[in-house]
């Protein structure tokens, strides 16, 4: 019988399969420092199985990350790069404005000195 994996297990499975890799740990040492089985490691990563509360924190803990982070497919991790780096192009051009309308004319006027 073939069991049926969900979306969340399959992107925290992936997430936490480029945070190894990232940290060039092999599945053995991460299963070590989390103390579980590599196998457990293996079907978390496949996402055949789901962690508990207390291993997702123990994850987090270990590779300095929220648990957003570890949710979140790469598309969305995209898409909210470039939404939070277009709001902040709005926000330095609106207070560039706001700045070069109260100061502009006194640095102006200074730099002719």
């Given amino acids: 019988m073939k069991t ?3 979306t969340a297990a399959v992107i925290f499975g992936n997430n936490l399969r480029n945070l190894r890799k990232k940290q060039h740990l092999t599945q053995e040492k991460l299963a070590e420092v989390l103390d579980v089985s590599t196998k457990q490691i293996g079907d978390i990563e496949s996402g ?3 962690t508990t509360g207390q291993m997702m924190d123990n994850i987090t803990k270990f590779f ?3 648990h957003d982070e570890l949710f979140l497919s790469e598309d969305q991790k995209r898409s909210i790069q470039k939404e939070a780096a277009k709001l902040a192009s709005e926000m330095l051009k609106k207070n560039q404005e706001d700045f070069d309308k109260k100061y502009g004319v ?8």
Avoid at 106 to 113: G, I, P, Q, T
């Fill in 4 to 6: 049926k994996t969900s």
């Fill in 48 to 50: 055949k199985s789901f």
């Fill in 64 to 66: 300095n990350v929220s």
């Fill in 106 to 113: 006194e640095f102006h006027l200074r730099s002719d000195d």
